[in-house]
């Protein structure tokens, strides 16, 4: 696959996901169940049954074999809000429905994880043992690889006034590898405007030229993928 601005990309966007098409794998990240539950103002909507329903199109749209939350599947660090457990069950069911396997590497924000989530966790996984590893991206990765898929830091690209999750592309950028760094699965996450943000504002140690990475931005509209050219030249052009 080609993206809009001539690079070559192993993957498809569907959502805030991406499918890695060679192993059947599916990829979110921050999905952040409890986000609205545990926050002191009232959400502008059900986090649980938006991130559900989401989910369940991408999963008829690719059908793959696994599904992998890239950490962050819940909110809170210290407690478990009302409804969190529900909706979980309700994450796990959705996979399950699919006929997929479901796997979690738990982010900063997974420290009570063990409690409600009885499926498979691991610190990073690789698919079908092949070159992508993927993991949360809060800390070096401990295995090396030729691709790694996170997420930790919700880009969103600052388009004509609006601002809208966005996916960034790396090729060789970190340690010889590329690196794919996914927006916030939940539409509750502001995300992070990396139109003026430099190597210094991300918090995952795999972005340290974010110059070098290409943004991509689908159109829920018409669920078209748009690309543009590596953040150092998009700062001049938006």
């Given at each position: ?61 690719t059908a793959p074999a696994t599904v992998v939350v890239a950490g962050d599947l819940l909110h809170s660090f210290s407690r478990l809000p009302r409804g969190l457990e529900r909706d979980l069950e309700a994450v796990v069911a959705t996979v399950a ?101 430099r190597g210094r504002d991300f918090q995952s140690p795999l972005v340290r030229d974010p110059d070098a990475f290409h943004p991509a931005v689908r159109d829920a509209a018409t669920d078209e993928v748009l690309w543009f050219p590596p953040l150092g ?6």
């Amino acid at each position: 696959m080609t993206d809009g601005v001539g690079v070559d990309v192993p993957f498809a966007v569907h959502d805030r996901s991406i499918f890695l098409p060679t192993t059947e794998t599916l990829v979110l990240a921050d999905v952040h169940l409890g986000k609205a539950a545990d926050s002191s103002v009232d959400a502008p909507i059900d986090d649980g049954a938006d991130v559900r329903d989401r989910l369940a199109a991408v999963l008829e749209a690719t059908a793959p074999a696994t599904v992998v939350v890239a950490g962050d599947l819940l909110h809170s660090f210290s407690r478990l809000p009302r409804g969190l457990e529900r909706d979980l069950e309700a994450v796990v069911a959705t996979v399950a429905d699919a006929g997929a396997e479901l796997v979690v590497t738990p982010g900063n924000h997974d420290a009570m994880l063990g409690e409600v989530f009885s499926g498979q966790t691991v610190p990073e996984y690789r698919p079908d043992g092949g070159e992508t590893v993927i993991c949360h991206g809060h800390e070096r990765p401990v295995e090396s690889a030729e691709r790694y898929v996170v997420g930790h830091d919700h880009p969103a690209l600052s388009v004509e006034g609006r601002k809208l999750p966005c996916l960034l592309y790396g090729p060789d950028c970190y340690e010889g590898a590329d690196v794919i760094v996914l927006p916030a699965f939940t539409r509750l996450a502001a995300g992070a405007t990396v139109n003026g943000m430099r190597g210094r504002d991300f918090q995952s140690p795999l972005v340290r030229d974010p110059d070098a990475f290409h943004p991509a931005v689908r159109d829920a509209a018409t669920d078209e993928v748009l690309w543009f050219p590596p953040l150092g030249r998009c700062r001049r052009l938006l």
